[in-house]
């Protein structure tokens, strides 16, 4: 901490015997100049490596040097002359001498009642010189009694008041605060003033994040930032009557290897957010996407084949925030564990267990730590027997168990009884909160040496809430929550599959492992799957069950990728995938990890459309497997069939004739895709439209939060494109789209559409407008691209800087019989789909079908196309132009609006 600046060190020439007004002028230019070329010197240092504290310390003797020089200016030529008439106390973080470039500045005026007048001078004069030269200043004008009074409502003020350091000003005044104030302040309701810290740092976790591994980490008030420091030790000065650090090493409270952490803490995060407040011109404390490459550059990380400089940054981040938790755990606990010390007899009885473990006050504990060094496996028993007993793990275990990670070798991880005990908790209840404190206390990473290379793992995009590690134990809870009933109403599918499960601890395994790859770089599930067998091995799995688990980690993407970017009702697609299945119990268990998977990434990321098309492709597949003869499928049977019992239902209302030449018109592909009550109401809606421009029907299927549109119309060019650009000016998303052309000419296009934000559009009077609008398209009366400019110039906000990657477009002419497959990855924009379709016409391409997945501000589109002949697209150079011809439209600016 700096010496507060020398009370003889004079900054500025002053003539204290002129009138104020006339001084203040030059004061403030002086000031300005000073001010500028210091705040140029610090960050030189900084940008040259100077260390967080170095700058901090820097900082603050600046800014205490600024207010000796302004405050003996001010003082001077006040009403009544004599000693200073307050005392002027630094407060919060600057009265703990940790300034950053753009901290607040807190202060308070302490002064008697009989000098308010003059304090209030006093206080108008330095106040609004700085203001006036740009510092963002807070201040209090207080009595003691003000004082005492503001700590005795307000557990914040009662907190600054402990940051308390005495800057300049009457010395009797501030012998008088440290005796009437500042020891009662510090000393009274101690019990209280911890209980209210306690409840505070629960809020200020919950508000910023309840998980140290958060996307945009704040590192001030999140979990393992500066906040969990100061909070640590303003309880510990409470509990023990002490005013420092220093003061806590003294009196043996902190010893000499804590307080060397706490200061490499501090460091660390001070050097973070001294860069951050130079890059940002203000305060902020938030590590925003952009920020965080800049930062990292800062900091030396260069990008290597494992990772990018970015995410080699964040994960060194997230592992200090971690200590950094871990360690204010400590304190805190030390506090709390006082405070709750049995005060009668019989007061919550001990319960013995097994191996000098026992439990007190619903906590598990251990009798001799040094056991677990003479018998290393009653390390995993601790774990079992804390979740077998359904109580917490003392903070003295915890930290034991960490003293003896280092037993944990491979004979551990082989051996017979600590893995039969792993695989207990795995079947047990609640066993992902296991999970979590073998994963807090880094116990996972030993046991399981490749989930270390996941640990903090970054992944620096906007879809990624969580790192790697964190979210495969999020996607366990997410099974758990299926078992426990909590998703009985709104998936009642995936709750009957979950209870359907044989090996629940295989399928835990699964989804704790599903990532396992992404330590290794690029294509990870085939790396996972490599690593699962050795793991499979040491944990003593069967043949079929280490084939299992190693299916499930290299295809665990595949469910996903196939319900929300292919056709489902290609029925190839659905045996293809069967084939790939061949068991129903392991489709079961991908279907659960899918689910778990898409969940855990964050709270944008699942949808109930993605959850419909997940369990269509599940349903059939399925229905496939338990078929077993894929190629029993009658085809053409099944077509006639469905003609029978179509025609059955229609010909009385609109005739024979009128009927069978529908029938007649459609394809092959269109009726085996749809069930016979779908294709009725098809025709329902072209018949009811007879000569009319457009059929329109409006279904919304609230359970599933989007709605299904029906548009029957007559084929014209580019009609897709348009359909698209007249939905994306009303503001409405396409999920999917299923395009159908009969031989006619009559066109029925089916689809799912939802609002931005991913609920029903239920207004009359929205979906009229859009009706008129489509059919004032269609009919020539307004051009698209007139109605696409409009909703364009209304603007399209994107809230936060996010890491932008090239677009990119894939194509696959191997899924389909008859279609190239098309997948474009770029992002998001009003009239996206517009654009992209609009491109296709141009070309002469036709779209059977289109599947839109949108990741936060990503898109991954997919289209099935044929050419002009109804052929597939197979030319290399035709691929190569409609690559070229999408990327110049998705990526140029005036595509954005």
């Given at each position: 901490m700096p010496q507060t600046a020398n009370a003889d060190d004079r900054l500025f020439d002053d003539n204290p015997r002129a009138p104020w007004d006339e001084r203040r002028p030059a004061l403030l230019q002086q000031a300005k100049s000073w001010l500028a070329d210091e705040r140029k010197r610090i960050e030189q240092a900084h940008r040259q490596g100077g260390s967080g504290t170095e700058v901090v310390n820097q900082l603050t003797l600046m800014v205490d040097r600024l207010m000796l020089s302004l405050f003996r200016a001010a003082v001077s030529g006040l009403p009544g002359e004599g000693p200073s008439p307050c005392a002027l106390f630094a407060i919060g973080g600057y009265g703990r001498a940790e300034l950053n470039p753009k901290s607040d500045i807190d202060l308070m005026f302490y002064y008697r009642a009989r000098d308010r007048a003059q304090v209030e001078v006093l206080s108008e004069r330095l106040l609004y010189l700085l203001w006036d030269l740009g510092l963002e200043v807070g201040y209090s004008v207080r009595t003691g009694d003000d004082c005492l009074e503001m700590a005795a409502r307000?557990?914040?003020?009662?907190?600054?008041?402990?940051?308390?350091?005495?800057?300049?000003?009457?010395?009797?005044?501030?012998?008088?605060?440290?005796?009437?104030?500042?020891?009662?302040?510090?000393?009274?309701?101690?019990?209280?003033?911890?209980?209210?810290?306690?409840?505070?740092?629960?809020?200020?976790?919950?508000?910023?994040?309840?998980?140290?591994?958060?996307?945009?980490?704040?590192?001030?008030?999140?979990?393992?930032?500066?906040?969990?420091?100061?909070?640590?030790?303003?309880?510990?000065?409470?509990?023990?009557?002490?005013?420092?650090?220093?003061?806590?090493?003294?009196?043996?409270?902190?010893?000499?290897?804590?307080?060397?952490?706490?200061?490499?803490?501090?460091?660390?995060?001070?050097?973070?957010?001294?860069?951050?407040?130079?890059?940002?011109?203000?305060?902020?404390?938030?590590?925003?996407?952009?920020?965080?490459?800049?930062?990292?550059?800062?900091?030396?990380?260069?990008?290597?084949?494992?990772?990018?400089?970015?995410?080699?940054?964040?994960?060194?981040?997230?592992?200090?925030?971690?200590?950094?938790?871990?360690?204010?755990?400590?304190?805190?606990?030390?506090?709390?564990?006082?405070?709750?010390?049995?005060?009668?007899?019989?007061?919550?009885?001990?319960?013995?267990?097994?191996?000098?473990?026992?439990?007190?006050?619903?906590?598990?504990?251990?009798?001799?730590?040094?056991?677990?060094?003479?018998?290393?496996?009653?390390?995993?028993?601790?774990?079992?027997?804390?979740?077998?007993?359904?109580?917490?793990?003392?903070?003295?275990?915890?930290?034991?168990?960490?003293?003896?990670?280092?037993?944990?070798?491979?004979?551990?991880?082989?051996?017979?009884?600590?893995?039969?005990?792993?695989?207990?908790?795995?079947?047990?209840?609640?066993?992902?909160?296991?999970?979590?404190?073998?994963?807090?206390?880094?116990?996972?990473?030993?046991?399981?040496?490749?989930?270390?290379?996941?640990?903090?793992?970054?992944?620096?995009?906007?879809?990624?809430?969580?790192?790697?590690?964190?979210?495969?134990?999020?996607?366990?809870?997410?099974?758990?929550?299926?078992?426990?009933?909590?998703?009985?109403?709104?998936?009642?599918?995936?709750?009957?599959?979950?209870?359907?499960?044989?090996?629940?601890?295989?399928?835990?395994?699964?989804?704790?492992?599903?990532?396992?790859?992404?330590?290794?770089?690029?294509?990870?599930?085939?790396?996972?799957?490599?690593?699962?067998?050795?793991?499979?091995?040491?944990?003593?799995?069967?043949?079929?069950?280490?084939?299992?688990?190693?299916?499930?980690?290299?295809?665990?993407?595949?469910?996903?990728?196939?319900?929300?970017?292919?056709?489902?009702?290609?029925?190839?697609?659905?045996?293809?995938?069967?084939?790939?299945?061949?068991?129903?119990?392991?489709?079961?268990?991908?279907?659960?990890?899918?689910?778990?998977?898409?969940?855990?990434?964050?709270?944008?990321?699942?949808?109930?459309?993605?959850?419909?098309?997940?369990?269509?492709?599940?349903?059939?597949?399925?229905?496939?497997?338990?078929?077993?003869?894929?190629?029993?499928?009658?085809?053409?049977?099944?077509?006639?069939?469905?003609?029978?019992?179509?025609?059955?239902?229609?010909?009385?209302?609109?005739?024979e004739r009128r009927v069978k030449t529908a029938l007649r018109a459609m394809g092959n592909r269109y009726l085996l895709s749809h069930r016979s009550h779908e294709i009725i109401e098809h025709l329902r809606v072209t018949f009811e439209r007879g000569k009319d421009t457009l059929g329109l029907k409006i279904e919304h299927l609230p359970d599933r939060k989007y709605s299904q549109l029906i548009i029957s119309t007559l084929d014209t060019p580019g009609l897709f494109s348009k359909i698209a650009g007249v939905m994306a000016a009303n503001r409405i998303n396409i999920l999917g789209a299923r395009i159908y052309t009969h031989a006619d000419g009559e066109v029925i296009d089916l689809l799912q559409v939802a609002s931005s934000a991913g609920e029903i559009i239920d207004s009359p009077a929205r979906w009229s407008k859009v009706e008129e609008d489509l059919r004032a398209v269609l009919e020539g009366r307004v051009r698209v691209e007139s109605l696409v400019g409009k909703s364009r110039s209304r603007g399209f906000v994107v809230e936060k800087a996010r890491p932008r990657y090239p677009t990119r477009i894939e194509f696959d002419n191997r899924i389909s019989m008859n279609y190239t497959v098309v997948d474009i990855f770029t992002h998001d924009k009003v009239g996206l789909l517009y654009d992209i379709t609009r491109t296709f016409n141009e070309m002469n391409l036709y779209i059977g079908v289109s599947k839109i997945s949108t990741k936060v501000d990503q898109v991954a589109d997919t289209f099935y196309l044929q050419d002009i002949f109804g052929q597939k697209i197979t030319e290399g150079q035709r691929l190569d132009e409609i690559r070229a011809r999408l990327i110049a439209v998705l990526d140029s600016e005036s595509a954005e609006g």
């Open positions: 307000d557990i914040t003020a009662r907190t600054a008041l402990l940051d308390t350091r005495f800057l300049c000003g009457s010395p009797e005044l501030c012998r008088e605060f440290d005796r009437n104030v500042y020891r009662q302040v510090r000393d009274r309701n101690t019990k209280s003033f911890i209980r209210g810290k306690v409840e505070e740092r629960e809020v200020r976790i919950r508000k910023y994040g309840s998980s140290v591994f958060l996307l945009e980490p704040n590192i001030k008030e999140g979990e393992g930032g500066l906040r969990d420091i100061h909070s640590a030790l303003w309880l510990l000065m409470v509990k023990y009557k002490c005013r420092s650090i220093r003061e806590l090493l003294h009196k043996g409270v902190l010893t000499e290897e804590e307080t060397k952490r706490i200061a490499a803490f501090l460091d660390y995060l001070w050097r973070i957010r001294n860069e951050l407040h130079f890059l940002s011109g203000r305060k902020n404390d938030q590590l925003h996407f952009d920020k965080q490459e800049k930062i990292a550059r800062f900091l030396g990380y260069r990008d290597n084949r494992k990772a990018p400089a970015v995410e080699q940054f964040m994960q060194d981040y997230y592992l200090h925030a971690t200590q950094v938790e871990h360690e204010t755990s400590l304190l805190f606990n030390r506090v709390l564990e006082r405070d709750r010390r049995p005060t009668g007899f019989g007061y919550f009885p001990r319960r013995e267990l097994e191996h000098g473990f026992y439990v007190l006050r619903d906590e598990l504990r251990i009798a001799r730590p040094e056991v677990l060094a003479e018998e290393p496996r009653l390390l995993m028993r601790a774990f079992l027997l804390s979740h077998r007993q359904g109580v917490t793990l003392s903070v003295a275990l915890k930290t034991a168990i960490r003293e003896h990670l280092h037993l944990i070798n491979d004979h551990f991880r082989r051996d017979r009884q600590v893995n039969r005990d792993f695989f207990e908790i795995l079947r047990g209840k609640g066993c992902s909160a296991v999970l979590r404190d073998m994963h807090h206390l880094r116990f996972l990473n030993r046991y399981i040496p490749e989930f270390e290379r996941i640990y903090c793992k970054v992944q620096h995009d906007a879809y990624h809430i969580y790192t790697v590690d964190i979210h495969s134990l999020f996607a366990v809870e997410e099974i758990e929550k299926l078992w426990q009933g909590e998703y009985a109403e709104s998936k009642p599918l995936l709750t009957s599959v979950a209870n359907d499960i044989e090996k629940r601890e295989l399928l835990l395994l699964a989804v704790l492992l599903h990532d396992i790859g992404k330590g290794e770089g690029k294509n990870h599930s085939e790396k996972g799957a490599v690593l699962v067998r050795t793991i499979a091995r040491r944990l003593g799995l069967n043949k079929e069950d280490s084939s299992r688990l190693e299916f499930l980690v290299l295809h665990h993407l595949d469910m996903a990728h196939i319900s929300q970017r292919r056709d489902l009702h290609d029925p190839l697609l659905i045996e293809q995938f069967a084939r790939t299945m061949e068991m129903t119990e392991t489709l079961k268990m991908l279907f659960l990890l899918t689910f778990a998977d898409l969940k855990a990434v964050g709270p944008d990321v699942w949808s109930e459309w993605k959850g419909f098309l997940l369990q269509e492709l599940y349903e059939k597949t399925y229905e496939a497997l338990e078929r077993g003869n894929f190629t029993a499928d009658a085809r053409s049977e099944r077509v006639r069939n469905r003609k029978r019992k179509v025609f059955d239902a229609l010909v009385e209302d609109y005739g």
